[in-house]
């Protein structure tokens, strides 16, 4: 489904617009967390739009989080790996998933319960280690079996993921930035873990700030911040942000249930 945001200009004016550098557009796809199925479907609009209104230059943004929480965390990354869509190019924001996950297994498998409780046992599971095994194991034996089920190939792709990318006006991060701080000072836990700090701010950030993270009840546009993260792996909603000069819509794939 796409839809289209339009503002009115009332008095006193809005500051300037934010915009996506000339000739050049972004979609920012939000948080997926394994829901293979919905990451498709969005690929595929994205794919068409792409084909319907050429441009010079398109990206494809992920905004961290492919993983955890839905069934298909090992789908997800193998078909990122190896998508190549014949007129955009792909970038990865790793998100606080995978950062945990990658800490965790190279050399601090203190990360590995914390992320199991959060999501994790779903991408364990996706990658073949029984549920009933992961109850019983402590870290040490968590991280082999991990090693073991994981190919490197995985990890090394995960672990290859950006701190944050800069697209015009808009700055695409996972989480958010912490408000007051220079962007090149900001911390990447904070770039993956902020909440309340950055989403209650209504500071002018000196640029846009396009995000996951946090789930929303509906996409947050402001004028300092756009958020994405509608919730895939509960919702069954997948949003991406199309940017392109100073427009902004957004286009999602939904999973629709039909009643028996």
């Given at each position: 489904m796409l839809g289209f945001l339009s503002k009115s200009v009332e008095n006193p004016p809005l500051p300037r617009r934010a915009s996506a550098p000339p000739k050049k557009r972004a979609y920012a796809i939000g948080d997926v967390h394994g829901r293979?199925?919905?990451l498709e479907d969005l690929l595929q609009q994205i794919e068409r739009d792409i084909g319907e209104r050429p441009t010079k230059s398109n990206h494809i943004i992920f905004l961290g989080d492919l993983i955890d929480?839905?069934?298909s965390s090992r789908g997800v990354?193998?078909?990122l790996m190896d998508y190549k869509p014949a007129h955009a190019k792909c970038h990865f924001i790793m998100g606080n998933h995978e950062e945990a996950l990658v800490r965790g297994l190279r050399g601090e498998p203190d990360q590995l319960d914390g992320w199991l409780k959060h999501g994790g046992d779903a991408t364990a599971e996706s990658y073949g280690i029984d549920q009933?095994?992961?109850r019983r194991q402590g870290n040490e034996a968590l991280e082999h079996a991990l090693i073991s089920a994981i190919p490197d190939r995985h990890v090394e792709f995960m672990a290859g993921f950006l701190d944050r990318?800069?697209?015009g006006d808009y700055l695409m991060v996972?989480?958010?930035i912490r408000p007051g701080i220079p962007i090149e000072d900001q911390h990447p836990s904070?770039?993956?873990?902020?909440r309340r700090e950055f989403l209650d701010s209504q500071k002018d950030h000196g640029f846009v700030i396009v995000h996951g993270?946090?789930?929303e009840p509906e996409i947050s546009n402001q004028l300092n911040r756009i958020g994405i993260d509608t919730g895939a792996y509960d919702t069954g909603v997948l949003t991406a942000v199309r940017l392109e000069g100073e427009d902004v819509c957004f286009l999602q794939a939904r999973q629709y249930c039909e009643a028996d």
């Amino acid at each position: 489904m796409l839809g289209f945001l339009s503002k009115s200009v009332e008095n006193p004016p809005l500051p300037r617009r934010a915009s996506a550098p000339p000739k050049k557009r972004a979609y920012a796809i939000g948080d997926v967390h394994g829901r293979l199925d919905l990451l498709e479907d969005l690929l595929q609009q994205i794919e068409r739009d792409i084909g319907e209104r050429p441009t010079k230059s398109n990206h494809i943004i992920f905004l961290g989080d492919l993983i955890d929480r839905g069934p298909s965390s090992r789908g997800v990354i193998e078909k990122l790996m190896d998508y190549k869509p014949a007129h955009a190019k792909c970038h990865f924001i790793m998100g606080n998933h995978e950062e945990a996950l990658v800490r965790g297994l190279r050399g601090e498998p203190d990360q590995l319960d914390g992320w199991l409780k959060h999501g994790g046992d779903a991408t364990a599971e996706s990658y073949g280690i029984d549920q009933a095994y992961l109850r019983r194991q402590g870290n040490e034996a968590l991280e082999h079996a991990l090693i073991s089920a994981i190919p490197d190939r995985h990890v090394e792709f995960m672990a290859g993921f950006l701190d944050r990318i800069q697209f015009g006006d808009y700055l695409m991060v996972h989480a958010g930035i912490r408000p007051g701080i220079p962007i090149e000072d900001q911390h990447p836990s904070d770039l993956r873990w902020i909440r309340r700090e950055f989403l209650d701010s209504q500071k002018d950030h000196g640029f846009v700030i396009v995000h996951g993270h946090t789930v929303e009840p509906e996409i947050s546009n402001q004028l300092n911040r756009i958020g994405i993260d509608t919730g895939a792996y509960d919702t069954g909603v997948l949003t991406a942000v199309r940017l392109e000069g100073e427009d902004v819509c957004f286009l999602q794939a939904r999973q629709y249930c039909e009643a028996d």
